[in-house]
């Protein structure tokens, strides 16, 4: 485990178990639902999913002409989920007392090289991620995104401008259907948005107030579980490496960010 902490702030990186935020402290909270590498790696913390996010369709990916079967790091039916990382252990390149910079290899889960790195920036009331993925001696379709699960003591207060239609399979078909102006209340969700009509909040009952940015296209809202909420940053829809595939030239890096800021500090929270 490596500490970031500021007079203010502190984050856990958990670098043997997919270099994932394994506990965010802001504003006097915990923000995320913590766990350890002897839970299930995809339902705690906030952790990289490189190089897809979401599911793959069938576990079927295109490359070179040649269809090629994948596996995740877990999987929902016949459909691989969240990328080869993160339940990986990962290298700290860099560490010092409020930046670590993690680095890994895709694994033998992708049937490409390529390798990825997570730096992880921690401020006295913000947390900043960046993933970079190169590819090795062959480009393939990428996608990158973070996964972070907060408790449902915070309330998500969300807007987009259109969702991705889903199938049976609760994967996107390509078509967009516009979504109203107003607060999204429907519940629960497992659903891909774009167009966020402001940045994504979380209100807790104290009047503290965390916002969710990043460069990301695609925004995934996922509170089916009910004890959590989960609003996944994504370069790309699920199943995006066959449904909307970004090229990653051979030796080429493909570059993302997310940040979760305290916007606000309840009244009843005089400090740490």
Do not use: K
């Not at 984050?11 to 504003?27: I, K, M, N, P, Y």
């Not at 895709?106 to 009331?125: K, M």
């Not at 480009?139 to 401008?161: D, E, I, K």
């Amino acid at each position: 485990m490596i500490i970031l902490s500021t007079a203010t702030s502190r984050c856990t990186v958990d670098d043997e178990h997919g270099a994932r935020l394994a506990s965010l402290q802001l504003g006097g909270h915990e923000v995320l639902v913590t766990g350890t590498g002897a839970h299930d790696p995809l339902r705690w913390g906030c952790y990289p999913m490189v190089p897809w996010a979401g599911r793959i369709r069938d576990a079927r990916v295109h490359l070179d002409d040649t269809d090629h079967f994948v596996t995740g790091v877990g999987s929902s039916g016949p459909h691989p989920l969240h990328g080869s990382v993160a339940d990986r252990r990962w290298t700290a390149t860099t560490a010092g007392t409020t930046r670590v910079r993690c680095q890994t290899d895709l694994g033998d889960r992708w049937p490409v090289a390529g390798s990825v790195l997570h730096e992880i920036t921690l401020e006295p009331d913000a947390v900043t991620c960046t993933l970079g993925l190169t590819a090795g001696d062959r480009g393939f379709p990428a996608q990158v995104g973070w996964h972070p699960w907060f408790p449902s003591t915070w309330t998500r207060h969300l807007g987009f401008r259109a969702r991705y239609r889903r199938d049976a399979a609760i994967l996107p078909t390509g078509h967009l259907d516009p979504v109203a102006d107003a607060p999204l209340d429907a519940s629960p969700l497992d659903d891909c948005f774009v167009g966020p009509r402001w940045a994504p909040r979380l209100l807790h009952a104290d009047g503290t107030e965390l916002a969710i940015t990043s460069d990301c296209t695609c925004w995934v809202v996922y509170d089916e579980p009910g004890h959590a909420v989960c609003i996944e940053p994504q370069s790309g829809p699920p199943d995006g490496v066959n449904l909307e595939p970004a090229p990653l030239p051979a030796g080429a890096t493909m570059l993302r960010w997310m940040r979760i800021a305290l916007v606000r500090r309840g009244p009843s929270v005089t400090g740490e």
